[in-house]
């Protein structure tokens, strides 16, 4: 069985970057077809994909957020890490580690991020 478990900072100021771990377990983050990413839910609002990491390594990115945002993974901890700078009270959310397969099957249970001062 598959899991996944985000971890960070509840609070972060505006204009600083927000980061947060996704730990895998259950299912290596490079094997094929596998992608993995991050999606965000604002309060109020629905589902926002953020980006993904493939299992080859790559990246893909929303056009919205392309700019502010990084996702990398270190495979020896089986984890990936979202980096998202220059935050501001728009983002705001609830944000979940997910993988991609034939749909997004598996999500994390997603923690809680405020950008306020």
């Known amino acids: 069985q598959v899991q996944l478990q985000e971890s960070g900072p509840g609070l972060v100021k505006p204009s600083q970057t927000l980061s947060l771990t996704c730990t895998v377990s259950?299912?290596?983050?490079?094997?094929?077809?596998?992608?993995w990413g991050w999606v965000r839910q604002p309060p109020g609002k629905g589902l926002e994909w953020m980006g993904v990491?493939?299992?080859?390594?790559?990246?893909r990115y929303s056009p919205s957020l392309k700019s502010r945002t990084s996702i990398s993974r270190d495979t020896s901890k089986n984890q990936l890490s979202l980096q998202l700078s220059s935050v501001t009270p728009e983002d705001t959310a609830v944000y979940y580690c997910?993988?991609?397969?034939?749909?997004?099957?598996?999500w994390g249970q997603g923690t809680q991020v405020t950008v306020s001062s």
């Open positions: 997910v993988r991609g397969g034939m749909g997004y099957d598996y």
């Open positions: 259950g299912g290596s983050i490079t094997t094929s077809p596998y992608i």
């Open positions: 990491t493939v299992y080859d390594g790559s990246t």
